[in-house]
Nanobody, 125 residues
Framework: QVQLVESGGGLVQAGGSLRLSCAASGRTFSSYAMGWFRQAPGADREFVAAINWSGGSTYYADSVKGRFTISRDNAKNTVSLQMNSLKPEDTAVYYC??????????????????WGQGTQVTVSS
């Protein structure tokens, strides 16, 4: 089992940047692929980005491709999401999640077994 805690959310103007971090504890972090999801009010939770166990494979939603970058540091048990050129439509609660299939980069949320509590990102116009 792994416990996940997100941080780094906040309020930013459109065009600005934020960096989210997710700290993992428990079972060996490199046993998991990791993902970021987000949920806006009244909307379903949607996929943002995923990274495999080594960081050698990443996958992005079309809506964030070229603006967001997912990365991980297995020595520090963290996964990060660098968000640039933020738009008001990026406003949501952002969640990190762990997939026990370490080699995959998965967009389907039902495959993620563990979730953090979320961090709010608000982008003002």
């Amino acid at each position: 089992q792994v416990q996940l805690v997100e941080s780094g959310g906040g309020l930013v103007q459109a065009g600005g940047s934020l960096r989210l971090s997710c700290a993992a504890s428990g079972r060996t972090f490199s046993s998991y692929a990791m993902g970021w999801f987000r949920q806006a009010p009244g909307a379903d939770r949607e996929f943002v980005a995923a990274i495999n166990w080594s960081g050698g494979s990443t996958y992005y939603a079309d809506s964030v491709k070229g603006r967001f970058t997912i990365s991980r540091d297995n020595a520090k048990n963290t996964v990060s999401l660098q968000m640039n050129s933020l738009k008001p439509e990026d406003t949501a609660v952002y969640y990190c999640a762990a997939d026990t299939r370490a080699y995959r980069t998965e967009r389907r949320r039902e495959y993620y077994a563990y979730w953090g509590q979320g961090t709010q990102v608000t982008v003002s116009s």
